[in-house]
């Protein structure tokens, strides 16, 4: 999978519908997106690393949002980090594979 710039990742999955959620740790590197529909945090979500060395979204971070995204390819990932996957398709995708949202 091709490198995908960090910020630009998290400005397209804001624009999609997740929104941040703080770790209850304190100091914690890891910066959690949910999705949320119709205003409620839903079971899907993907982190990111804030430390100052993680500038784009490596290979192995991708395959695992697989897991918490809903999604079952990699190229749906990356055209969910990269904009060409909407939130409406997102959410037919995620009907498609989980059954619901």
Known sequence: ?????????IAALLSK???ARCSSKKNDHIRYY??????RQ????????RGSG??????NLQG???CTSGLE???EIQGLFQCPVG???????????????
């Open 73 to 75: 390819k990699k190229s």
């Open 17 to 19: 519908g997740f929104r």
């Open 54 to 59: 993680y500038h784009t979204v490596p290979d």
């Open 34 to 39: 949910y999705y949320d529909r119709e205003g």
């Open 87 to 101: 939130r409406e398709e997102y959410e037919e995708l995620i009907r498609q594979y989980q059954g619901s949202i």
């Open 42 to 49: 839903t079971r899907f979500f993907i982190f990111f690393s």
């Open 64 to 66: 695992r949002a697989l």
């Open 1 to 9: 999978m091709a490198a995908i710039s960090r910020d630009d990742a």
